[in-house]
């Protein structure tokens, strides 16, 4: 994957906007967490160090277009740089036009970017005044990488120099290494309560993996697909061809979807309805699958230790009740002690790799919930994530 990188380029005496993603909660004026922006700081003290004027910008809430409200202002954000910086930083209210100077290795923050008239339509005279006012345009937002907007898409088309930011940069490492380039065998793990909100994302893993495990309610449909009752379970039925159709896929090159021989069941979803485990054949009308059954478990667990490269997107059970998650507790632990390349996405899998403290022993885990849709994107600037665990960086 050919781009430029913000650290290939000599940066002294330029002028780099920076795209950044510090769309951070605040509570009465105060910033609550500040994980984004300390993410951020590392690209805007690479360009400050080089000598660079440096003018980053983000988004914050969801502001109405050309209404600027005090409650939409990056001022808690700054305040926040600021501390981390040990010095004043400018916020500058009024700068799409240009109108203002930056020395050499200073950081103004320039405002709220979704205020801008023509920013969420990505209009080009919009993006050609954000291109004006630098000499190198610099995304690093990974979480709006997905939306094609003036200052996350636009600006690229018309700045001298469009190049990727360190967390960026990361991003598409992790992601060229995981899917572009992955160490065989390939494992896909991919949870869920619908087919359907990840059916792209499935047809495009069955063609790159070995196996792809299906979890949640997804792996209903594929249950339901290979013959087996699924009772009440969440499934989608009018999906059911479109799983016996990826089964087939998969099978024909000599790749497998593992379907569960065993599986957890219940009458109700509540977090006091006891656990009963069942073979898969034996689902009664008014079960409930919940989880999949420890001989299920312990065979995704053997192909995840087999693995070269493991990409884990979801839970393969109701793991935020213990009696349904020792599924997705036995996974978790399998990934923590894989020599694999493991990478995580998504708020349902971090929640899980907090709850069975593995956090540290995940090569690369990318931000929640906007993992599969920057996976997925074929075009633009993609990126953000946190190095942990095995990788040699910790921001």
């Known amino acids: 994957m050919a781009f430029i990188r913000v650290t290939d380029l000599d940066l002294a005496g330029k002028r780099v906007f920076i795209r950044a993603d510090m769309n951070v909660p605040v509570k009465d004026g105060k910033v609550t967490s500040d994980a984004r922006i300390t993410a951020s700081m590392r690209t805007i003290e690479h360009c400050l160090k080089a000598g660079a004027k440096v003018m980053v910008t983000s988004h ?25 910086l040990g010095k004043n930083i400018r916020l500058i209210r009024e700068w799409t036009d240009g109108g203002f100077d930056v020395a050499d290795g200073e950081l103004v923050v320039l405002e709220n970017c979704r205020v801008n008239k023509g920013e969420k339509k990505n209009v080009d005279d919009t993006a050609k005044k954000y291109a004006a006012l630098c000499d190198v345009f610099v995304m690093d937002a990974f979480g709006t990488a997905h939306r094609a907007e003036a200052s996350t898409h636009g600006v690229a088309k018309f700045a001298p120099t469009a190049a990727a930011g360190i967390l960026l940069t990361e991003e598409l490492d992790a992601l060229e290494k995981a899917l ?13 309560s619908k087919v359907s909100t990840k059916l792209t994302v499935l047809e495009a893993l069955s063609e790159k993996c070995e196996q792809l495990v299906v979890g949640g309610g997804i792996a209903n449909t594929f249950l339901k ?35 569960a021989v065993d599986v957890v069941c219940g009458k109700k979803f509540d977090a006091n309805e ?13 079960d409930m699958i919940f989880d999949i059954g420890p001989k299920s478990a312990q065979e995704l667990a053997d192909i995840i230790m087999k693995a070269g490269t493991v990409v884990w997107n979801g839970p393969v059970g109701v793991f935020e009740f213990d009696q349904f998650g020792e599924g997705t507790k036995t996974i978790a ?15 349902d899998t971090i929640a899980a790799i907090q709850k069975y403290d593995i956090y540290d022993k995940v090569s690369y885990i990318s931000p929640p919930w906007r993992f599969w849709r920057n996976a997925r994107c074929k075009a633009g600037f993609r990126g953000q994530g946190q190095k942990r665990g095995r990788s040699p960086h910790h921001p």
């Open 60 to 84: 914050l809430g969801r502001p109405t277009e050309g209404e600027f409200k005090e409650e939409d202002s990056l001022k808690p954000v700054v305040d926040v740089i600021a501390q981390k």
């Open 180 to 192: 572009a380039n992955p160490a065989r065998p390939m494992v896909a793990i991919v949870g869920g």
């Open 225 to 259: 697909a290979t013959g087996h009752n699924v009772g009440k379970s969440l499934c989608e039925d009018d999906l059911v061809p479109t799983a016996q159709a990826l089964i087939e896929k998969m099978t024909a090159r000599g790749a497998t979807i593992p379907i």
């Open 274 to 286: 006891p656990a009963v485990l069942k073979d898969a054949g034996d689902v009664a009308d008014d």
């Open 333 to 347: 632990m399998a990934i923590a002690n894989t020599n694999a390349f493991t990478l995580a996405g998504g708020g």
